[in-house]
């Protein structure tokens, strides 16, 4: 059960606790609370003058009887801070983390990040269903998505080709619709988790430049591909991969280049499995100057 399922399911039983708490329970207890104070003012009216301990009683009398049961505590109260963090969370803003090296340098494992949820279009909470256009994935975006063969998990990987795109990465050189994606050389990069240099280069598609890493020993075929839809509009090759990308389809890949399972080996992102766009860097417990916009 994935965490927007059990977020909308809460929602609806703190939303239906705290409507029958307004509607039903909390009247009543009202009611109960005005009848018990005037019976206990009945009380008072064979006394010639009222003591602060009886004032103290009468208060606390009226606080019992308006006390809510535990259980409408841990449920009402909670449903307006759970129907903001659901409405954020489903259509304006969502936090993600970052569980691999597969975007270096982009993004470091352990970055915690937010994803534009309308920038995409909107769509509606669990089901997943697309209510209201907007723009579509760029070349160059910064996309999350659920992977495709397996639903549940969250990826973040690159738009590298749109609908109707020719890619080709051959030879660990990238080229879209025949125009080759120009790579310019950058200091080598010292990745810290595999304690290795790997060649590092800037590049840039549409709009959006951004640097992406190459290791030198790792080969330009493309081992253990899987079987996927449109998989006929793929090519392999011991140079690499050529791919068609079908209408509603995204081809996407990871900036570290061959550190990244992306379309080369499982296939095309369908629109519907897109979940927003990656923008931000709001903290990571092992740099904590990472904070800021990203391409």
């Known amino acids: ?6 977020l909308f399911i809460l929602v609806l039983v703190t939303g239906l606790a705290w409507l029958v708490e307004k509607i039903i329970l909390l009247p009543r207890r009202r009611q109960m609370a005005k009848q018990i104070l005037e019976e206990y003012d009945r009380q008072l009216e064979q006394f010639d003058s009222v003591t602060d301990s009886m004032t103290a ?3 606390r009398l009226h606080r019992d009887a308006l006390q809510q049961p535990w259980w409408l505590e841990y449920s009402a109260n909670f449903f307006p801070v759970i129907l903001v963090v659901f409405l954020l969370r489903s259509f304006v803003v969502e936090p993600f983390k970052i569980p691999s090296s597969s975007m270096l340098p982009t993004l470091l494992a352990g970055d915690f990040i937010l994803v534009n949820k309308f920038n995409y279009g909107m769509r509606l909470p669990v089901l997943n269903k697309k209510i209201i256009e907007n723009r579509n994935p760029e070349r160059g975006d910064v996309v999350v998505f659920r992977y495709p063969k397996d639903e549940s998990i969250d990826y973040i990987k690159r738009v590298i080709g749109v609908p109707g795109d020719t890619v080709a990465y051959l030879d660990k050189n990238l080229t879209i619709n025949g125009q080759a994606v120009r790579q310019t050389p950058l ?9 290795s240099y790997a060649k590092h280069y800037q590049q840039t598609i549409g709009n959006k430049t951004n640097a992406i890493l190459n290791s030198p020993g790792a080969p330009s075929f493309i081992i253990g591909a899987d079987d996927f839809p449109f998989r006929d509009q793929c ?10 990308v079908p209408p509603g389809h995204y081809f996407v890949m990871g900036d570290n280049r061959d550190n990244s399972a992306d379309s080369r080996f499982w296939g095309f992102v369908p629109d519907r499995n897109l979940v927003g766009r990656a923008f931000f860097i709001w903290l990571n417990f092992s740099h904590l100057k990472r904070i800021g916009y990203f391409n």
């Open 235 to 244: 090519t392999y090759s011991n140079d690499g991969v050529v791919c068609k």
């Open 187 to 195: 200091p080598d990069y010292f990745d810290e988790e595999r304690i």
């Open 1 to 6: 059960m994935n965490f927007a399922l059990i």
């Open 57 to 59: 009683t009468r208060a």
